[in-house]
């Protein structure tokens, strides 16, 4: 069992505080989608150089297409919806008499559509796609091949998944580090802290602020030092509970 939040008084932000938080594959877990580095995980199946670098959509982007399809596949099917972790982290937005920015790394449209706003996909969202030839960007919630055409400049074979691969420069990172530098609290949840910069964020908060650090995730990450307070289970349970912590203290 999760340990219930132990949340001091002095770690709830003070009304008006500024609460950033960042998501990895393990909110959308119990949503259905795999994560990465769990035992069975994506990464244990197929080689990131070989699927997720654009030296690899270079070399053979037919096996780059067929990865983000199996996965847009995965995510379109009935069973996989926001989950409770997705939804409390709407209330927070809503309720919290302060501003709360959303920082995900999950390439999966759960935030969104479980109605997140001050939201920012810093690794892209495989149900868009961008044009390597024109960079003209659109919704693209079916499969993607070689063949198909841009909208923006009626040439094949550029598209792909307008995701951040390894090796590129991940999305918006001016508008986070300005959140994380004036944050009062910074949350993480259900991320292993092992890909960068995301897994810097919490020692940069540390380094610029004297916000208050919590993690939420079922097993403590690479980082999990770095944080002034931690509860570890599953994220629909560990984020519902950590959201009525916080907002009780203004309700
Ligand atoms: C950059 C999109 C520089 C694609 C992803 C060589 C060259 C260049 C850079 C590097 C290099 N070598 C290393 C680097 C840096 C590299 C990096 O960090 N590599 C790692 C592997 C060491 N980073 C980069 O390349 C980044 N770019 O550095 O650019 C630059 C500078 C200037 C100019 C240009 C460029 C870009 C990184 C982004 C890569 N794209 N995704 C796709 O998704 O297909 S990263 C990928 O990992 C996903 O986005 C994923 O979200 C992310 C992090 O993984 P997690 O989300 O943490 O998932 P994981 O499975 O690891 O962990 C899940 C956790 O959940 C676990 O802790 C588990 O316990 C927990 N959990 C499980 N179930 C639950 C749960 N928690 C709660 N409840 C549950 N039920």
Same mark, same amino acid.
């Given at each position: 069992?999760?340990?219930?939040?132990?949340?001091?008084?002095?770690?709830?932000?003070?009304?008006?505080?500024?609460?950033?938080?960042?998501?990895?594959? !393990? /909110?959308?877990?119990?949503?259905? $989608? #795999?994560?990465?580095?769990? =035992?069975? !995980? /994506?990464?244990?199946?197929?080689? $990131? #150089?070989?699927?997720?670098? =654009?030296?690899?959509?270079?070399?053979d982007p037919a096996r780059c297409h067929a990865f983000y399809n199996m996965?847009?596949?995965?995510?379109?099917?009935?069973?996989?919806?926001?989950?409770?972790?997705?939804?409390?982290?709407?209330?927070?937005?809503?309720?919290?008499?302060?501003?709360?920015?959303?920082?995900?790394?999950?390439v999966d449209s759960l935030h969104d559509r479980a109605g997140s706003k001050n939201l920012i996909h810093m690794h892209g969202i495989y149900t868009q796609a961008r044009c390597n030839d024109c960079g003209h960007a659109l919704d693209w919630p079916g499969d993607m091949s070689v063949e198909d055409i841009c909208s923006g400049c009626s040439r094949a074979g550029g598209l792909r998944p307008n995701v951040v691969w390894f090796g590129e420069m991940p999305m918006q990172m001016e508008r986070i580090y300005e959140a994380l530098r004036s944050c009062d609290l910074f949350i993480s949840i259900g991320t292993s802290g092992n890909v960068y910069p995301?897994?810097?964020?919490?020692?940069?908060?540390r380094k610029m602020t004297d916000a208050h650090t919590a993690e939420l995730n079922l097993e403590p990450s690479q980082g999990a030092t770095l944080f002034a307070e931690a509860h570890y289970g599953p994220a629909t349970q560990t984020v519902p509970a950590y959201v009525d912590t916080l907002l009780a203290a203004y309700q």
């Open positions: 069992m999760p340990q219930s939040p132990t949340v001091s008084l002095a770690a709830i932000p003070p009304a008006g505080g500024r609460i950033v938080i960042l998501t990895g594959a !393990g /909110i959308s877990k119990e949503s259905g $989608l #795999e994560t990465f580095r769990d =035992p069975g !995980g /994506i990464w244990s199946k197929v080689r $990131l #150089e070989d699927v997720a670098t =654009p030296e690899a959509f270079a070399r996965r847009r596949a995965r995510h379109r099917s009935m069973d996989v919806q926001p989950n409770a972790a997705h939804h409390a982290l709407v209330r927070l937005e809503k309720e919290w008499p302060g501003d709360v920015l959303l920082v995900t790394q999950n995301a897994a810097g964020f919490v020692a940069a908060v």
